[in-house]
């Protein structure tokens, strides 16, 4: 399996601020990254997918980077709905791993 | 618009085998393509990739759990059934099925079902 490993696991942050969250893979995934945002109770939504497309009716203040094994996602300016749970994801092999999770809450 | 809804019991005894539906609408897993996934969260833990079907009934399972899952389809009924063998405390989790969007390596899944909350006690 691929591993992915999400940096930091946590995140505290006010709103307005620029944050990075990144995601590693354990080998070469080409640009095959997703990311989700979970809320506490719901399932996951995706934002962006092919490392740095962004899902219609996503806000363009989240944008994604990366390609290879390093990762990032970006929220521009954060707004009070954006304090969440964040999930990396490859679709380069299956299982389709996930990574841990980072969890963004406001300072 | 897609929307997919997961099914079964809410609680099922150590040993017992677990069969969670999946009952979808606007889309066909009949399309070239389309699939459908079962992903699972342990309380306060990250997700977990469990198995995939697609269009062909080609299946994917992860390795970990490949021993004890089974993911099937019935596209007349547009339903996807998993089902997990000799289920234990650590399998207490909110299970999800998602539709599968993409093609080949980009890929996705959106949206998501609500979950269910299986716990595993005796």
């Known amino acids: 399996d691929i591993q992915m490993t999400q940096s930091p696991s946590s995140l505290s942050a006010s709103v307005g601020d620029r944050v990075t969250i990144t995601c590693r893979a354990s080998?070469?995934?080409?640009?095959?990254l997703n990311w989700y945002q979970q809320k506490p109770g719901k399932a996951p939504r995706l934002l962006i997918y092919?490392?740095?497309s962004l899902q219609g009716g996503v806000s363009s203040r989240f944008s994604g980077s990366g390609s290879g094994t390093d990762f990032a996602l970006t929220i521009s300016s954060l707004q009070p709905e954006d304090f969440a749970t964040y999930y990396c994801?490859?679709?380069?092999?299956?299982?389709?791993?996930f990574g841990q999770g980072t969890k963004l809450e406001i300072k | 618009q897609i929307t997919l809804k997961e099914s079964g019991p809410t609680l099922v005894k150590p040993t017992q085998t677990l069969t969670l539906t999946c009952t979808f609408s606007?889309?066909?897993?009949?399309?070239?393509?389309?699939?459908v996934g079962w992903i699972r969260q342990p309380p306060g833990k990250a997700l977990e990739w469990l198995a995939l079907?697609?269009?062909?009934?080609?299946?994917r399972y992860s390795p970990s759990l490949k021993s004890r899952v089974t993911i099937s389809k019935d596209t007349s009924k547009n339903q996807v059934v998993l089902t997990m063998t000799n289920m234990d405390p650590v399998d207490t989790a909110t299970y999800y099925c998602?539709?599968?969007?993409?093609?080949?390596?980009?890929?996705?899944?959106?949206?998501w079902g609500q979950g269910t909350l299986v716990t595993v006690s005796s």
């Open positions: 092919a490392s740095s």
């Open positions: 606007g889309f066909s897993l009949s399309t070239t393509e389309v699939g």
């Open positions: 079907i697609y269009w062909d009934d080609d299946k």
């Open positions: 998602a539709h599968k969007g993409g093609s080949g390596f980009i890929s996705w899944f959106d949206p």
């Open positions: 080998q070469s995934i080409s640009s095959h």
């Open positions: 994801q490859q679709t380069y092999s299956t299982p389709n791993t």
